[in-house]
């Protein structure tokens, strides 16, 4: 059994992907969150520019090591580099931002043509007032209920982040061999 999993936490600008590492990392995460000064800067003050990394012990020789994306397609060699090391993945869809779905469904597409490694959906921000519904956004991305796990969370809350992380590791462990 491997005793180390690399787990990549993917999705567009603003999803939660750096909060996410941030709130479940048992060593103060390594950020490359940068001044935004291209079109992020109208969402965010920071953006990602290389990865997050943050790491959880998960028994007695069980890590999981947590790598974050950054979301901007001009860093989409980052993704590649990243992806392939992966043993699994969750890709997070910001609910509230219609304008991203579409930068998520490319995202997903681009996961899918270099891993086939498990993976899960965390819909964020579904706190927000005009957040989208589950369905209409499995509709968008291409998906039904069948095609891969969905769930919402709320990247600053530790207990539903760990539960997602649960899920995901649930369907990896079987595949998970020493590599
Ligand atoms: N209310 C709320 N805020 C969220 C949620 N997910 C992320 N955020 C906030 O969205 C902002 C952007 O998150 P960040 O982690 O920088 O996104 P990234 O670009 O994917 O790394 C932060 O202020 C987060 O606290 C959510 O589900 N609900
Ligand atoms: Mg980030």
Redesign the pocket.
């Known amino acids: 059994m491997q005793n180390l999993l690399r787990i990549v936490v993917a999705g567009p ?1 603003g999803a939660g ?2 909060t996410f590492i941030r709130t479940i990392s048992e060593i103060e995460v390594v ?1 490359t ?1 940068r001044k935004a000064t291209d079109e992020t800067a109208d969402m965010k003050a920071n ?2 520019v290389a990865m ?1 990394f943050g790491r959880i012990t998960l028994g007695d020789d069980m890590w999981l090591q947590l790598y ?1 994306t ?2 901007q397609s001009r860093f989409d060699f980052m993704w590649d580099l990243l992806i392939r090391k992966a043993h699994g993945y969750i890709l997070l869809v910001p609910a509230h931002l219609p304008g991203h779905m579409r930068a998520a469904r490319s995202i997903r597409a681009f996961m899918r043509q270099r891993t086939d490694v498990p993976m899960i959906i965390g819909i964020t921000h579904s706190d927000h007032p005009h957040s989208w519904d589950l369905e209409d956004i499995q509709m968008v991305l291409g998906d039904n209920e069948q095609s891969c796990p969905y769930l919402k969370l709320n990247p600053n809350d530790r207990v539903e982040v760990a539960h997602s992380l649960l899920a995901l590791v649930e369907q990896l462990m079987p595949t998970a061999v020493a590599t």
């Open positions: 600008v992907k750096s950020d969150d953006t990602t997050d974050g950054p979301g």
